[in-house]
């Protein structure tokens, strides 16, 4: 009994050293700074501010191999690719490659190639153990097929994955169009990650309507608890500039248009796209690259009425006459 009280006593008095030893490392014993930095390749703790290694023989975690490119971090890395959100397993599952050749590049006969072809389509077809993950993978499929149409970063399809999940997993979904609450999903991912999207050009490359998308938004944000700030025109003006080539004194321009304008509240309750391209047309005037309420309306996708009434407010709103 005796032993084994001392024992744990000992354990403990260990395990308070290791603590204070781990707690010492946090500050640098020389200058007493906190701007420690680790370099990976020699393994050591180094204090930023005086030089000194505080630490070394450090556990290198990475690989036992060097790259120095892509390439051969390619050629030497023994892993597969991460998981991913945006396939319905995650990217956990074999896939079959579609060359017919086999591991040393060379072609395989006609009667492999056949047998090669059995396997592929039943493969493709036991990944989907039932209707639910089908769905999952159609809806996915969706999303990804309309982020490539709209150019979106890979980031905004990994997050319109996540919410898609999010709405099948509180069973949001029943009762309406997969389609829509996919196209819902992405559009809520746009404005998520600060690279908004105008319900007019998501509904272009979906199936589904405009007025359908807005009301599935709406009712999935609202559910789901998704905390959405009011999109900055400001976010717009770049996109809609470089395609009407406007050069970036314009792009600066219309910048200052909205900051100025929307500090005097002009703003609230206006839709960013009309106030975005309203802003636009008025510094192309400015800087003497004039173009038509048409050009301006048809890039921004909204009515040349919107444009004249948001530019009459602003111009007013800023003192320009004429």
Avoid at 57 to 70: C, K, L, S, V
């Amino acid at each position: 009994m005796t032993r084994s009280t001392r024992q744990r006593e000992r354990e403990r008095e260990s395990q308070t050293e290791t603590d204070q030893e781990e707690d010492e490392i946090h500050d640098c014993p020389e200058c007493g700074s906190d701007n420690l930095v680790k370099d990976a390749d020699r393994g050591e703790l180094i204090c930023d501010d005086c030089g000194l290694v505080v630490e070394e023989g450090n556990i290198d975690p990475g690989p036992e191999w060097r790259a120095f490119n892509h390439q051969e971090r390619q050629q030497k890395s023994r892993v597969g690719a991460p998981t991913t959100q945006t396939m319905h397993d995650k990217g956990l599952t074999t896939t079959i490659d579609w060359k017919d050749k086999d591991a040393y590049g060379r072609s395989i006969s006609s009667k492999k190639r056949s047998q090669m072809h059995r396997l592929r389509k039943w493969q493709e077809r036991i990944r989907t153990k039932d209707a639910g993950e089908r769905n999952l993978q159609f809806a996915l499929s969706e999303i990804d097929r309309m982020a490539s149409a709209l150019g979106v970063p890979r980031s905004v399809r990994e997050v319109a994955s996540v919410i898609y999940r999010r709405a099948l997993d509180d069973d949001l979904i029943r009762g309406r169009s997969i389609e829509g609450v996919a196209t819902a999903a992405l559009y809520a991912a746009c404005r998520k990650e600060g690279i908004p999207r105008s319900l007019e050009e998501i509904s272009d490359v979906s199936r589904v309507e405009r007025k359908e998308i807005g009301r599935t938004y709406r009712y999935i944000s609202q559910e789901l608890g998704l905390e959405m700030e009011p999109v900055d025109p400001k976010k717009y003006v770049p996109r809609f500039c470089s395609e009407l080539q406007l050069s970036e004194e314009v792009q600066t321009k219309a910048n200052e248009i909205i900051e100025e304008t929307a500090e005097q509240g002009l703003l609230s309750g206006k839709s960013p796209t009309g106030y975005a391209a309203a802003a636009i047309y008025a510094a192309s005037l400015l800087c003497n690259e004039k173009k038509t309420q048409r050009e301006v309306a048809d890039v921004a996708q909204v009515t040349e009425v919107t444009i004249r009434n948001r530019y009459q407010e602003q111009i007013e709103a800023m003192g320009i006459h004429g």
